[in-house]
């Protein structure tokens, strides 16, 4: 158990999910530092099932924590589980 009293909303609008999401798991910024590399690399075939495979487990991320936030809610929400992992 948490110990505490749960006193805050838990409601969140879609605009507030997908921006957590997109903060989460950093797309953007993970593949722009590595295009060039990847470009020359792979090619554009090597970028596509790149990027499509690391979507893939980024969800997989994002799910895992969405769980552990439904289960265990905590006023720091994501912030707090991704410090304690």
């Keep these: 158990e948490l110990e ?3 006193e805050f909303r ?3 609008s879609l ?3 997908l921006g957590m999401s997109f903060c ?3 797309i953007l910024t ?3 530092s590595a295009f060039q590399q990847d470009l020359f690399s792979g090619g554009p075939i090597g970028l ?3 990027w499509n495979i690391c979507c893939f487990f980024m969800f997989l991320i994002a799910l895992s ?3 552990i936030c439904s289960s265990y809610p905590t006023m720091g929400g994501l912030y707090f589980w991704v410090c304690r992992m």
């Design 4 to 6: 505490h009293k749960p």
């Design 65 to 67: 924590f969405a769980e």
């Design 10 to 12: 838990r409601e969140m």
């Design 15 to 17: 605009f507030g999910v």
């Design 48 to 50: 596509f099932w790149g």
């Design 30 to 32: 993970g593949m722009s």
């Design 24 to 26: 989460t798991i950093g």
